[in-house]
């Protein structure tokens, strides 16, 4: 087999059919499977040929996720050593193939880097065991042709299209699991006042009702008592997050709203990209800086520019923020293994009750079989630190004078919680983090105005402090609800300078003052 990857498994072959991989409400059909034993396992171990650009190594971790991997990720993975970590510039032990080019799969996982201190000052449990090992079956037992570029649009689409986009108006009883059309704002009367709209923005690959939801079950007196602050003016806009960009998305939102409305926005994840892409676009001139940056991304440029017109001539106003988990300054996460970051957020997002949807998982397969990157797809690759939008938002600039308060997480935990985050710190290079976006991204953006209303932050911690946990917490809403209030007090603390700067996560100078966190 031209350009196989082998595995030497050490365990028992189970019936073709008796294993299938569930991921959400979806039954993948594996090729082959193997329930996997320990170092000392009898019998001889079974060779497993992979071909990459054809298969998907499947891995079922005892108590966590499902990883669906590109197999030449899944050789590193496996291939670690179970002793320390490995070094940055020699490989690990295990990569390098043996007599028969084959990389040793047991049950015990290696640990994928060195144990990160907790907060707690104990030292972490860590440990992982695999199940069982797979080889997911290609679709229709064939090969997939096409360019990846084609194929990536394709599943942008299918994935992009579980959402119509637009503003819609919520109410206080109920959200929905998906917001239906009666409530997509199509029209405004001539005078809307100037009393601010709260407008609730998701994240990526979800839409408003599977990221808000819990908000709504768990939080029922205080999300009345933001409709009362709010009358008839609480919103959400629910949009696409994989083909279209930030600036597209603050486009979409910008042509949504009246003219003079005066924003205040609650977002999750990619969404606090939007609301920073609107607070720099209305303050920038175009420049030979401003074109040299974005001179490998002209579709981007070109975004800016209609998007400065159409702010400019409705004088659109985001006066405050409360940003949650936004990857102010990229997230490594989906740039190098985006099959592992995928496979580790369909897990994140079940634990959540957040539905995982058919196409997600056609994503993921996808992705793992070809290894599409972050790049092919523009919502993603908007992402990425080294991305001109990044870059573009935490340039320097005389702060802007809009609130913003940020709500930050650092998972913490033994056992496969700790190896789960320290095989996505380890594969990106960032230790703390909510097990999908850096813990020190979280702080950055556009530079705000200082003095009493500069930018805030409550720093989360503990094993509910995961990416999708946040608005089901019953320690959040409070908060949230003071500062959308302009009542914030000591729930939120200054962020410091060395957090604003992406090099602390704690959110504080140097560590040295106290840290507002909530276990």
């Avoid at 994989?242 to 486009?251: R, T």
């Avoid at 019953?474 to 000591?490: F, H, I, K, N, S």
């Amino acid at each position: 087999m031209a350009g196989k990857i082998s595995f030497r498994v050490a365990g028992t072959r189970l019936d073709d059919g008796a294993v299938q991989a569930r991921i959400g409400g979806r039954d993948l059909a594996l090729r082959s499977a193997w329930s996997v034993h320990g170092h000392r396992a009898a019998g001889q171990p079974a060779v497993v040929d992979v071909e990459p650009g054809r298969d998907a190594v499947v891995l079922k971790i005892a108590g966590g996720p499902t990883l669906v991997l590109h197999p030449e990720h899944a050789r590193t993975l496996l291939g670690r050593p179970s002793t320390g970590p490995a070094s940055r510039s020699t490989p690990a032990r295990g990569t390098v193939p043996g007599q028969d080019g084959a990389v040793s799969v047991t049950s015990q996982l290696p640990w994928c880097g060195a144990p990160t201190a907790r907060r707690d000052g104990r030292a972490p449990v860590v440990g992982a065991v695999l199940e069982w090992f797979g080889v997911l079956a290609a679709p229709d037992q064939q090969v997939q042709q096409g360019p990846e570029d084609e194929q990536a649009a394709a599943i942008t689409e299918a994935v992009d299209g579980q959402v119509v986009e637009g503003l819609y108006r919520l109410r206080a009883d109920v959200l929905p699991e998906r917001l239906p059309p009666s409530q997509r704002v199509t029209a405004w009367p001539e005078d809307c006042g100037t009393a601010p709209l709260l407008v609730f923005m998701h994240g990526t690959f979800v839409d408003t009702g599977s990221t808000f939801g819990k908000m709504w079950l768990r939080n029922a007196a205080q999300v009345e008592q933001l409709f009362e602050h709010y009358p008839e003016r609480v919103f959400a806009f629910d949009h696409p997050t994989i083909g279209k960009s930030p600036i597209g998305n603050a486009i979409a939102l910008v042509d949504s709203l009246p003219h003079n409305a005066v924003l205040h926005l609650v977002t999750h994840s990619r969404a606090g990209l939007i609301a920073d892409v609107l607070l720099r676009a209305a303050r920038f001139e175009p420049d030979a800086t401003l074109d040299a940056l974005f001179a490998g991304e002209p579709a981007a440029r070109q975004e800016l520019g209609e998007l400065r017109r159409r702010l400019r001539s409705k004088t659109i106003t985001v006066q405050r923020v409360v940003r949650c988990a936004c990857p102010a300054r990229g997230t490594l996460l989906a740039s190098r293994r985006l099959d592992a970051y995928l496979s580790v957020l369909q897990w994140l997002m079940g634990l959540a009750g957040v539905n995982v949807t058919t196409q997600f998982v056609d994503l993921l397969c996808a992705v793992a079989r070809r290894r599409t990157s972050a790049a092919a797809m523009p919502g993603l690759q908007a992402m990425m630190p080294d991305s001109a939008l990044v870059r573009w938002l935490n340039a320097p600039l005389d702060g802007v004078d809009s609130e913003l308060y940020v709500l930050a997480g650092d998972a913490d935990g033994d056992g496969v919680l700790s190896w789960v985050k320290t095989l996505m710190a380890d594969g990106f290079f960032w230790a703390d983090n909510d097990m999908v976006v850096q813990t020190r991204s979280m702080y950055g953006g556009v530079p705000r105005a200082a003095g009493p209303r500069a930018p805030k932050f409550r720093l989360f911690t503990g094993a509910q402090a995961t990416h999708f946990s946040y608005f089901s917490r019953p320690d959040v809403m409070g908060p949230v609800l003071a500062a959308l209030r302009g009542e914030a007090a000591d729930d939120w603390k200054p962020i410091g300078a060395r957090s604003r700067a992406g090099l602390d996560s704690g959110g504080v100078r140097g560590g040295m003052a106290a840290a507002p966190r909530a276990e």
